[in-house]
C-alpha cells in the first residue's frame, strides 16, 4: 500500500463478541460513526455508516465472501476496495480493521474522520 | 500524448446523456476531451418516466439515469443547470452566463423540445411567468410542481388531449383530484389516431373517472392571483385550481437558428447526422430534422446516439442513421394503446384492414402498403402489439389473408410465442434491444432481471418490455440453455435445483446456512444466497433447523420493516381486523408514550406505527402486548374479513369467525414469500378474497369457494377456484394444504400468483383435492407440526438472541 497523504489515527473499539459472528454494528468515533462486520471467519472489516445511494445503514446489511448488501434496496459493496458491484454507486470509504490478540477491534480511521 | 479533440454537447437530456454514455462505451473517453452542457439543474433523468412520477408510481430519485457524480468520475466536465447561450461557429466557442467559455472541435446540439403554450390570455403574472397553478409537462420541475400544487388542489383541468395530455391526466386521477381534459378538436389525440378509435379510447378514459371536453378552445384563464377556473370561446366555463398545459412540443432550436445553422422544423441532418451547413456540428434527439422529419420520441433518439457515437469514435466511421421504424403506447394502467408506424393511409393503393369489437373496447386498425406493415393503431388489446411491432420491424410481407395478422392460426393468439420469435426481433423498443442479445447476455451470466436490463439496456425505457424480457430469462434457462444450467439454481451460491437442494440437505443432515455453504457451496457464503437458504432450511428442517441470525434480513434480524430513513415500522397482528376498545386503546397510549411519527390503517385491515427506532422495539412491543403481524417477513401475513353474516344483511356465511380461525391457526408460518388471505361472506366480496394468495368466499347452501394465486398488487390476478368446501374446517384444511406445499415447491420470491400459474390449477386440483398421488396426509401433518410450535418472535423483547440485537449505535471511543 501506498502511503496516504492524511494522517491516519487507531481506535480500539472493544471486543469483537460486541458484534453478532456474520454481522455488523455501528460504532461512534468521535463525532462520526463506522459500520464495523465481524465475518464468519472471523476477520474485521469497517465502512462508512451510511451508503452513498440513500444513506442506507449498512451494519444492518447481510454480510457474506467479502461484500456487503445494502438493507435499503440491495446494492453490493466490496469491503476491502469500497467499490459498488453493480458500479451504479459511488464507493464506499472503507477502514483498515483487524482484531487484535486481545480480541479487541482496532479501525484505523483517517484523521479528518473525527 | 496528443492533445485531445474537444467535444462538446450541448442538452444533458434522453439524447445528450445517452450519447457520453456511448461515446465512453466505445473508448472516447480516450479520443476526447468531453464537455457537456445542461440546463435542467435536476441532470439527466429518464424523462418517459416523468408521467410514472405524476402517477406516483415511480419516485423522482427512480428515474434519475446519471447523477453529476459519474460524469466526474469518467472525466467528463458537466455544466449543469447552465444554459448555452451563443455559439460561435467560426471561432468554434460556445459562451454561457457565467462567462463560460468552451472551445469545441465537433459540437453535438441534443437540445430536445419545447412545450407549445396557446396563446391564452390570463396565463403570465406579473413577472411574466406562469400564475400559480399552471403548468407545462416536460422537465422534473415541472413534474414536482404539478404535484406540490395538486396535494392542495381539488379539480384539475389538462389543456391537450394527445399522449402526453392523456398521461398527465391519469396521473392527477390517481393522486385524487378530479380531472378534466379539455381538447380542441373532435376526437382525443386527432394526429394519432381516427375518430372511431378516438371515441374508444374516451370511452376508456371516462370508465377510469377522467371528464373530457371536446371542441373547446380555451380563451382565458380565470382567478385573481390563484388560478379558478378555465373561459372557453363558446362561453362556457369549467372551474378548476390546476392548470397543465400538454399541447404539444416543437424542436428546440433557437440556439442553432441563431449560429446560422439551417433549420426549418427541426436542425436539418444529413445521414451522419452532420448539420446541413457545417460539417462540425451534428444534432441528435427531438430537436433533429431527418429527411424532413422530427421524432418527439426516444427510440430515435438513442438510435442516433448510437450512430453518432459509432462514427465520432471510430468505431465504424461509415454508420449512418436510417429513418427508424417508430411505434409509440400510452403509459396509462388499463388502457392499451399501441401506436405503429403510419397512423393512416396517406399513399395511393394503400390498404386499411379494421377490427372492431365493442363489448371489449377493442379497436384494431392496420394500414398495408406493397404487401408490407405501414402502421397499426392496436387499442385495448396489448397481446397482439408484440408481434405486430415485430412485422413492421422486419418489414415481414404480410399474410394473403389479411385476418391472420389479427387471429393467427399457427399459434397460440393469446400469447405471441416468445420461443419462435427470431433473434433479431427487437424486444425492447425503447432501446433497439434484440432477442438475440437478451439470449446472449443471460448466456454471458446475467442471471436476474435487473442485472439482465442493465446489462442490455433492456426495459430500461418505459420498462414495458420487462415482461417480455423476464419471459425470455425463463425460456434461456429451459430451452435453449440447457448447457448453462445455473439459472435454475436455487440460489446463485449453490449450484443446484430447489429438488436437488433439499434431497442433498436431507440426506447429509445440513441444519444451518453455514453448513449447506460449506458442504454445497464451495466454502463461500455468498450474501445472495443466504436469506433463500435460510427460507428453505425453515421449511425442511422445522424446529431442527439451526438457526445463524446473520442469514437473515435485517427484516428478520429485528422482526420489523426497515424503512426509507432506517427506522422500522410495528404492525400487531389483529386476527381478522377485529381489534377491542382495550387493544386500541394500547396502541394508542403506545403511539403517544414513544411520539410515533406516523399511525396508519393499513391496506391489511390493522394498525402500523411508522418510524420506530431500532432501539425502541423492544420497549415498544412490550408495551404494546400484541403478537407480532409479521408485516416485516416472507410469512403468512394476514386474513382479511368482512363483517359477514353474522351483521351484514347480504350474508350467506360467517367469514369473521372462520377469517379469525385461520389467522390463528396460520400466524407467522414461514413461506416463499409472502402469503395475504381473506374471506368474505358472499359474492359481493367485500373482502377482496377473490384477488388474495388463498381466499374464501361463502356462496349460498352454507359452502364455500376457495380460491388460490389471486392477487392485486404489482399484478392483478383473479384467483383459481381449488375446490368448494362444506364447513369452515373443511376450507381450513385446503387452505393449509395448498399453503404447505407452496412451501415445499414455490421458488424463493415466488408469489402464489406465479406458482399456481406454473403448477396449473388442474395440477393443483389433483394434488390438494383430489389426492392423486397420495400427498395429502403428508402435507397436513407437515403443516400441524409447523403450526403447532408457532412463538411470537416479539418475545425476543425479553429474550434477545444477542445483547446487541437491538443495538442502535455503539459506543466506541470518543
Ligand atoms: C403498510 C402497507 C401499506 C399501508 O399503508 O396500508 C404496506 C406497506 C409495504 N408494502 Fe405492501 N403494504 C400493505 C398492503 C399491501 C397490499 C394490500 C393487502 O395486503 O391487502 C398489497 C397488495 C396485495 C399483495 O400483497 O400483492 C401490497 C403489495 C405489496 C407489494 C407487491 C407484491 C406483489 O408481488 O405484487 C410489495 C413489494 C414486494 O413484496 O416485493 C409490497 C411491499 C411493501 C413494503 C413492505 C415495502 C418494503 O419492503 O419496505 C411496505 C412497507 C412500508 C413500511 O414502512 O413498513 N407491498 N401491500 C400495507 C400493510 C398491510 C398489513 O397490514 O400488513
Ligand atoms: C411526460 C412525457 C412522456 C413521454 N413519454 C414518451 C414515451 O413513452 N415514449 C417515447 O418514445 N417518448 C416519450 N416522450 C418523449 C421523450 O421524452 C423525448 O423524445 C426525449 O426526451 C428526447 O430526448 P432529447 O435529448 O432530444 O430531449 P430532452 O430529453 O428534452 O433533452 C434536452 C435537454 O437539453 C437541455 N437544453 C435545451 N436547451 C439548452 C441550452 N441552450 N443549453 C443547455 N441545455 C439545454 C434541456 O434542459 C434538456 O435537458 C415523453 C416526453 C414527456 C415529457
Ligand atoms: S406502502 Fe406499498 S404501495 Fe405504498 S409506497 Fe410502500 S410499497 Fe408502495
Ligand atoms: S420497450 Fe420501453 S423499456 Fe423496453
Redesign the interface.
Known amino acids: 500500500m501506498t502511503a496516504a497523504s492524511t494522517t491516519t489515527r487507531c481506535?480500539?473499539?472493544?471486543p469483537l463478541r460486541?458484534?453478532?459472528?456474520?454481522?455488523g454494528?455501528?460504532?461512534?468515533?468521535?463525532r462520526s460513526?463506522?459500520a464495523v462486520f465481524r465475518?464468519?471467519d472471523g476477520k474485521a472489516y469497517a465502512t462508512q455508516a451510511l451508503c452513498p445511494h440513500?444513506?442506507?445503514?449498512l451494519a444492518?446489511?447481510?454480510?457474506?465472501?467479502g461484500?456487503?448488501?445494502c438493507?435499503?434496496h440491495g446494492e453490493?459493496f466490496d469491503l476491502v476496495t469500497g467499490q459498488s458491484l453493480?458500479n451504479?454507486c459511488?464507493p464506499l470509504e472503507i477502514y483498515p480493521a483487524l482484531v487484535d490478540d486481545g480480541g479487541d477491534i482496532i479501525v484505523s480511521l483517517p484523521n479528518h474522520q473525527r | 500524448m496528443q492533445n485531445k479533440r474537444r467535444l462538446v454537447v450541448i442538452g444533458n437530456g434522453m439524447a445528450g446523456g445517452r450519447l457520453v454514455e456511448e461515446v465512453l462505451a466505445r473508448g472516447g473517453g480516450g479520443l476526447f476531451e468531453i464537455v457537456v452542457f445542461g440546463d435542467d439543474p435536476d441532470g439527466n433523468y429518464n424523462r418517459i418516466l416523468l408521467s410514472g412520477v405524476l402517477a406516483g408510481t415511480n419516485q423522482p430519485?427512480d428515474i434519475l439515469i446519471n447523477a453529476p457524480?459519474w460524469y466526474a468520475?469518467k472525466g467528463v466536465k458537466l455544466h449543469s443547470g447552465v444554459r448555452v447561450g451563443w455559439i460561435d461557429r467560426l471561432a468554434r466557442k460556445i459562451y454561457a452566463p457565467g462567462e463560460i467559455v468552451e472551445p469545441y472541435d465537433t459540437l453535438v446540439i441534443a437540445t430536445g423540445s419545447t412545450p407549445i403554450v396557446p396563446s391564452i390570455k390570463g396565463l403570465y403574472g406579473d413577472l411574466g411567468s406562469f400564475r400559480e397553478g399552471i403548468h407545462v409537462f416536460r422537465t422534473l420541475g415541472d413534474c414536482e410542481g404539478i404535484i406540490r400544487c395538486a396535494a392542495n388542489g381539488r379539480r384539475a383541468a389538462v389543456i391537450g388531449g394527445g399522449l402526453q395530455g392523456l398521461e398527465a391526466a391519469c396521473g392527477l386521477m390517481s393522486r385524487g383530484l378530479e380531472v378534466h381534459v379539455v381538447h380542441l378538436t373532435s376526437h382525443l389525440m386527432e394526429t394519432q389516431v381516427d375518430p372511431t378509435a378516438g371515441a374508444m379510447l374516451q370511452r376508456a378514459l371516462e370508465q377510469r373517472g377522467v371528464q373530457i371536453h371536446l371542441e373547446k378552445a380555451t380563451a382565458t384563464v380565470l382567478g385573481d392571483d390563484r388560478v379558478s377556473g378555465l373561459a372557453f370561446e363558446d362561453g362556457s366555463t369549467l372551474g378548476c385550481d390546476l392548470v397543465v398545459i400538454a399541447a404539444g412540443t416543437r424542436p428546440s432550436v433557437d440556439l442553432a437558428k441563431q449560429a446560422g445553422l439551417t433549420v426549418q422544423r427541426g436542425i436539418v441532418v444529413h445521414d451522419d447526422l452532420s448539420c446541413r451547413n457545417d460539417p462540425d456540428i451534428c444534432a441528435i434527439g427531438d430537436c433533429a430534422e431527418h429527411r424532413g422529419r422530427t421524432f418527439g420520441l426516444v427510440g430515435p433518439a438513442w438510435e442516433q446516439a448510437r450512430v453518432l457515437a459509432d462514427r465520432l469514435t471510430g468505431a465504424n466511421p461509415q454508420a449512418t442513421y436510417r429513418e427508424s421504424k417508430v411505434s409509440t403506447r400510452l403509459k396509462v394502467m388499463g388502457v392499451d394503446l399501441t401506436l405503429i408506424g403510419d397512423s393512416d393511409s396517406c399513399r395511393e393503393g394503400d390498404e386499411v384492414v379494421t377490427y372492431i369489437e365493442p363489448s371489449r373496447g377493442v379497436y384494431v386498425k392496420l394500414i398495408v402498403r406493397e404487401g408490407l406493415l405501414a402502421g397499426a393503431t392496436l387499442l385495448g388489446d396489448g397481446l397482439l402489439s408484440p408481434r405486430l411491432l415485430q412485422i413492421f420491424r422486419r418489414g415481414q410481407p404480410v399474410p394473403q389473408s389479411r385476418a391472420e395478422l389479427l387471429f393467427p392460426v399457427t399459434e397460440d393468439a393469446g400469447s405471441p410465442n416468445l420461443a419462435d420469435l427470431p433473434a433479431d426481433a427487437h424486444v425492447c423498443n425503447c432501446n433497439g434491444v434484440s432477442k438475440g442479445a437478451i439470449m446472449e447476455a443471460v448466456k454471458a451470466g446475467h442471471r436476474t432481471l435487473k442485472?439482465l436490463c442493465?446489462a442490455t439496456r433492456a426495459g430500461t425505457g418505459c420498462g414495458s418490455c420487462k415482461p417480455q424480457v423476464k419471459a425470455l430469462l425463463e425460456l434461456a434457462s429451459e430451452g435453449t440453455l440447457a448447457d448453462d444450467p445455473t439459472v435454475q439454481y436455487y440460489v446463485p451460491g449453490v449450484p443446484m435445483t430447489k429438488r436437488k437442494l433439499v434431497m442433498a440437505v436431507k440426506e447429509k443432515e445440513l441444519r444451518s446456512v453455514?453448513a449447506v455453504l460449506e458442504a454445497l457451496g464451495g466454502g463461500?457464503?455468498?450474501?445472495?444466497?443466504?436469506?433463500a437458504l435460510a427460507s428453505l432450511l425453515r421449511t425442511v428442517w422445522g424446529e431442527e433447523y439451526e438457526d445463524?441470525?446473520?442469514?437473515?434480513?435485517?427484516n428478520d434480524?429485528v422482526h420489523a420493516n426497515?424503512q426509507?430513513?432506517?427506522t422500522f415500522s410495528v404492525v400487531p397482528r389483529i386476527y381478522g381486523g377485529v381489534a377491542t376498545p382495550t387493544q386500541l386503546r394500547r396502541i394508542a397510549d403506545v403511539a403517544e408514550r414513544y411520539q410515533v411519527p406516523m399511525v396508519k390503517i393499513t391496506g391489511g385491515q390493522r394498525i402500523a406505527l411508522l418510524g420506530i427506532p431500532k432501539e425502541e422495539l423492544p420497549a415498544v412491543w412490550r408495551d404494546l402486548g400484541m403478537p407480532s403481524g409479521h408485516a416485516y417477513t416472507k410469512a403468512f401475513r394476514t386474513c382479511k374479513t368482512c363483517v359477514g353474516a353474522d351483521f351484514c344483511r347480504y350474508g350467506l356465511g360467517d367469514s369473521l369467525t372462520l377469517g379469525v380461525k385461520i389467522e390463528r391457526r396460520l400466524q407467522g408460518i414461514e413461506s416463499p414469500h409472502k402469503m395475504k388471505l381473506a374471506c368474505s361472506g358472499c359474492p359481493r366480496n367485500c373482502a377482496e378474497a377473490t384477488t388474495k394468495d388463498v381466499g374464501a368466499v361463502a356462496v349460498e347452501g352454507g359452502k364455500w369457494e376457495v380460491f388460490v394465486g389471486g392477487s392485486a398488487g404489482s399484478r392483478v390476478r383473479k384467483g383459481d377456484i381449488l375446490c368448494v368446501a362444506q364447513s369452515h374446517d373443511e376450507v381450513l384444511n385446503y387452505v393449509r394444504r395448498f399453503i404447505q406445499y407452496y412451501r415445499e415447491n414455490a421458488k424463493y420470491q415466488e408469489r402464489t400468483y406465479d406458482f399456481v400459474e406454473r403448477i396449473g390449477i388442474q395440477e393443483l386440483r389433483r394434488l390438494l383435492v383430489e389426492d392423486a398421488e397420495g400427498i395429502c396426509d403428508g402435507l397436513d401433518a407437515e403443516i400441524t407440526a409447523i403450526a403447532d410450535v408457532y412463538a411470537d418472535p416479539w418475545q425476543e423483547a425479553d429474550a434477545p438472541?444477542?445483547p446487541?440485537?437491538f443495538?442502535?449505535?455503539?459506543?466506541?471511543?470518543?
Not at chain 2, 443495538?807 to 470518543?814: D, K, P, R, T
Open positions: 481506535y480500539n473499539l472493544g460486541q458484534v453478532p459472528p456474520g454481522e454494528r455501528v460504532f461512534r468515533v468521535g460513526s463506522v465475518a464468519r440513500r444513506a442506507g445503514p444492518d446489511g447481510i454480510i457474506g465472501a461484500k456487503v448488501v438493507p435499503l453490493k453493480g451504479r459511488p | 430519485q457524480t468520475e442485472g442493465e453455514s463461500t457464503d455468498d450474501p445472495d444466497s443466504k436469506a445463524e441470525r446473520d442469514a437473515r434480513h435485517i434480524r426497515i426509507k430513513d432506517g438472541v444477542h446487541n440485537q443495538a442502535g449505535v455503539l459506543a466506541g471511543v470518543e
